[in-house]
């Protein structure tokens, strides 16, 4: 058994009960079953994401003057999708819109090497395990709106947070980030949970700066068209701490008022190296202005889309012969990507 900090904060509140956690602890759900979906039967103020903003309401209420970091971490949102309590049934499934793509599932796709249908094709025999796979109309409408519901649950934790940031006297000296790892693919092109092709529902996360320094020089709030990626989040991080950027840190400030647009780099190893480490799977993307290309590992195949009038990236511009110069041209800025982020350490990688 997984042992943890929550496991054991979760057993002093149920006095050496078991855990109530897994399907085969679920509550009766006049919805019936479906693949990731089950009533939890740990209540509201016992899940996880209410345990993550007890703990840092409880460190925040013991700080002193002295600087802190704190990483208030949500396993949620996340499969499976059991949201406790009143935010199981929050949002209806009936009034939640469908992706415009599901329509256009991947698995029909002949656009593709076979290695990136192989982890689909995984999934659909056992949708239960953490692979993405195909669903119905009525299970990707319940699985958004139950996402919703763990959304919701977050935010209201994150209430209390930043009120216990005011009643702590530094909601006004503390930088608060926002962001998320990764998306999922939420019905986009028939499928959800997430690995496989890098739609934006799944490569493109929330990052929210807020600094009240900005606010205290009555700097208005803005939205910014740099791109930026997770390693960016220390390099900005530290700057604004006055700290010096170590070398050989990926990354960059992309808060600062002179941070240029540079293109993100997305590198995948794919699907087949969970269960062959040397497997040749891996995905490389880029993402820059208004376009995003794909290069699979030994195959000519790839992808080419462009997301203004395109935002579904239903139609693979790859082979079309119009477009051969943009493409050849975001290639060339990907190898250009690659080469500005490698590594810059002077300290020695391995030992000999």
Known sequence: QVEGHYTAWLRERLNGLSKPSGREHALVDEHGAAPQIWRTAIPEELYPTSYVGEEAC????????????????????????????????????????????????????????????????????????????????????????????????????????????????????????????????????????????????????????????????????????????????????LQRAGLKIPVGMQGRDVVAKDAQDLPVLIEDPGFGVYTDPDADTSVRSLVFENWRISVFEGSDLGELYELQSDPDELDNLWNDSNQQDKKYHLLQLLLQRQIALRDKSVLATNQA
């Not at 802190?68 to 819109?97: C, R, W």
């Not at 009525?138 to 958004?144: E, H, K, L, N, Y």
């Not at 216990?164 to 990764?182: E, G, P, R, W, Y």
């Open 58 to 237: 409880r460190f925040l209420a013991e700080q002193d003057d002295t600087p802190f970091l704190l990483q208030v971490s949500f396993p949620d949102p996340h499969h499976p999708f059991t949201p406790p309590g009143k935010y199981f049934d929050m949002y209806n499934p009936a009034n939640i819109e469908l992706p415009n793509s599901f329509s256009h599932p991947t698995g029909a796709r002949t656009d593709l090497p076979e290695f990136m249908l192989q982890g689909y094709q995984v999934g659909d025999k056992n949708p239960d395990a953490y692979w993405p796979f195909h669903a119905d109309e009525a299970t990707v409408r319940r699985m958004i709106a139950l996402n919703y519901g763990t959304i919701t649950m977050i935010d209201d934790v994150i209430g209390q947070i930043l009120q216990a940031l005011i009643t702590a006297n530094k909601a006004d000296d503390t930088v608060i980030c926002f962001m998320s790892d990764h998306g999922d693919y939420m019905g986009d092109h028939g499928t959800v949970l997430k690995h496989g092709v890098h739609t934006r529902g799944l490569i493109r996360v929330p990052f929210i700066w807020n600094d009240p320094a900005k606010k205290h020089n009555e700097v208005k709030a803005d939205v910014s068209e740099v791109h930026g990626s997770a390693i960016d989040f220390a390099p900005t991080l």
